[in-house]
């Protein structure tokens, strides 16, 4: 793939000819990389392909995707350029594996978050079957600027923790609020916990994409 990302893939356990499968693409957090958020789904790695990638500015002890001019406003250059070339590698990789495009979800942590939230607008109910969204919220150019595409019915499952002392619990629920102002479906748990993935919400996030799967 011609992509300005470095990413990681895996393809279900068996691939059988003429036969197209469900994708998620999965995004992480600040200071992190492509082999964080792979073990959140690691439960459907026989049908499903997981492409995970790695933002592309260095971020000690890791990586990020864009970086912050003030808290909670992401430098809008870098953002939407990136914005921009995830949805042409989720395009892409359509073209280059047998993906269901009925199936397509993304799922991200902390500043994939951010991104998967601000992507469910960009690409809309054409292109996705769903989005996850831990620990995030919507920036505010991206309620006010951004064309969106049609989010209605799109299955959304948001969570956050209450005890979030990185990106406030508050940002979850407004990202709720304005999901639900456009007709998306969304599920939101907020659990008594900080900024991170408990077990529990990781069970939900599995549940979350086999009953979509099986909606399909």
Same mark, same amino acid.
């Given at each position: 793939?011609?992509? &300005? ?5 895996? @393809? ?14 999965? +995004? ?32 000690? &002890? ?11 406003? &992401?430098?809008?250059? *870098? ?42 607008? *960009? ?5 996705? @079957? ?8 919507? %920036? ?13 019915? +799109? ?12 990106? &406030? ?14 007709? @998306? ?13 408990? %077990?529990?919400?990781?069970?939900? *996030? ?11």
């Amino acid at each position: 793939m011609k992509s &300005p990302f470095t990413f990681i893939y895996s @393809a279900p356990t068996t691939i059988v000819e003429g036969k197209k499968y469900p994708a998620i693409f999965l +995004l992480h957090g600040m200071g992190s990389n492509e082999e964080d958020l792979p073990q959140l789904v690691q439960e459907l790695k026989e049908d499903y392909f997981i492409f995970s990638l790695q933002g592309p500015i260095l971020q000690e &002890p890791g990586y990020a995707f864009y970086h912050d001019k003030e808290f909670g406003k &992401p430098d809008r250059h *870098v953002f939407d350029q990136v914005v921009i070339h995830i949805a042409k590698f989720i395009e892409e990789a359509a073209t280059e594996f047998p993906l269901n495009l009925k199936e397509l979800y993304i799922l991200g942590f902390s500043q994939g978050a951010v991104l998967a939230n601000s992507l469910a607008f *960009v690409m809309g109910n054409q292109k996705l @079957a769903g989005v996850v969204a831990l620990s995030g919220y919507i %920036p505010e150019f991206v309620r006010t600027d951004y064309k969106k595409q049609s989010v209605d019915s +799109l299955p959304i499952y948001i969570a956050h923790g209450t005890m979030d002392y990185v990106l &406030p619990y508050q940002w979850g629920e407004e990202s709720k609020g304005f999901f639900l102002s456009y007709d @998306a479906e969304v599920t939101f748990k907020g659990f008594e916990d900080g900024h991170g993935v408990p %077990p529990y919400i990781q069970d939900e *996030v599995i549940q979350f994409f086999k009953k979509n799967a099986s909606n399909q």
